[in-house]
Antibody, heavy 122, light 107 residues
Framework: EVQLLESGGGLVQPGGSLSLSCVAS????????MNWVRQAPGKGLEWVSS????????FYADVVKGRFTISRDNSKNTLYLEMNDLRAEDTALYFCAKARQQLVWRDCFDSWGQGTLVSVSS | EIVLTQSPATLSLSPGERATLSCRAS??????LAWYQQKPGQVPRLLIYDASNRATGIPDRFSGGGSGTDFTLSISSLEPEDFAVYYC?????????FGGGTKVEIK
């Protein structure tokens, strides 16, 4: 059974930083691109970032480019999102999501974690 | 950026009725479209990938169609558990994008 467990969310002041983690199990993490998707309270889904299976290619939404960094440690089956210069509009539930196909970078998401809540407020 | 426009925003139907949801892309995305279902307080669930393929465990009352810029998700006969919000998502090009969602509510 695929499991994705996010952690690291919390309350942070505008301009602050936060690091999210997602521990994966139940599938071959080394062969699958991983993603972060967020959902602001009462709003729709927004793709944030993706990383290739080897971690050598990453992609970002324009609204987070230059502020967020996605990375992964395949030896630990863990995905990360480093978030800097946080803004009120970054407040959302952040989901870790697994690409459906192996070795495909740009894909849909067939498994999702429960999410970790990031709140940016003074 | 490819913009996905979903319509209608809200669909009010009764159990047993057929639901037809639309997703229109701002440019051709071939068949690289997925559909998700999200119920309140739950994570999104993949229903359809590549426009018309049901994901694992999805009942056959759900079907997807279309290609290019116009896509539909159909639910042949609504069950009580189908009342939810539905999102489309394209994987044709970066950035990946989602539609704004269609809420299917009980009439």
């Amino acid at each position: 059974e695929v499991q994705l467990l996010e952690s690291g969310g919390g309350l942070v002041q505008p301009g602050g930083s936060l690091s999210l983690s997602c521990v994966a199990s139940g599938f071959n993490f080394n062969n699958v691109a991983m993603n972060w998707v967020r959902q602001a309270p009462g709003k729709g889904l927004e793709w944030v970032s993706s990383i290739s299976h080897r971690g050598d290619n990453s992609f970002y939404a324009d609204v987070v480019k230059g502020r967020f960094t996605i990375s992964r440690d395949n030896s630990k089956n863990t995905l990360y999102l480093e978030m800097n210069d946080l803004r009120a509009e970054d407040t959302a539930l952040y989901f870790c999501a697994k690409a459906r196909q192996q070795l495909v970078w740009r894909d849909c998401f067939d498994s999702w974690g429960q999410g970790t809540l990031v709140s940016v407020s003074s | 950026e490819i913009v996905l426009t979903q319509s209608p925003a809200t669909l009010s139907l009764s159990p047993g009725e057929r639901a037809t949801l639309s997703c229109r892309a701002s440019q051709s995305i071939s068949s690289f479209l997925a559909w998700y279902q999200q119920k309140p307080g739950q994570v999104p669930r993949l229903l359809i990938y590549d426009a018309s393929n049901r994901a694992t465990g999805i009942p056959d009352r759900f079907s997807g169609g279309g290609s290019g810029t116009d896509f539909t998700l159909s639910i042949s006969s609504l069950e009580p558990e189908d009342f939810a919000v539905y999102y489309c998502q394209q994987r044709s090009s970066w950035p990946l994008t989602f539609g704004g969602g269609t809420k299917v509510e009980i009439k």
